[in-house]
């Protein structure tokens, strides 16, 4: 059984808008996004962010922050 990280998928058109705001940057590691809470830049994939599903709109998303930003957020409440 792998446990490996998996990378989202964004098409070019997506990553370049997230490059030009600073949501995304390439880097040695590939693809990070940087958290809206924290501020710090993880991979961009589903070991550091959480994957949600919008069933009106039929398709995934990704939280804007991290998982660990996350899990203290909703600690709080």
């Known amino acids: 059984m792998s446990t490996a990280a998996k990378p989202f998928a ?3 058109k997506q990553l370049a808008k997230g490059i030009a705001v600073g949501k995304f940057t390439i880097t040695e590691l590939g693809i990070e996004k940087k958290c809206t809470m924290c501020g710090e830049w993880y991979p961009f994939d589903d070991e550091f962010y959480q994957p949600y599903f ?3 709109e039929s398709r995934f ?3 804007a922050e991290c998982k660990a930003c996350c899990t203290e957020r909703h ?3």
Do not use: N, P, S
């Open 54 to 56: 919008k069933k009106a």
């Open 10 to 12: 964004l098409t070019d």
């Open 75 to 77: 600690r709080k409440h």
């Open 61 to 63: 998303y990704v939280k």
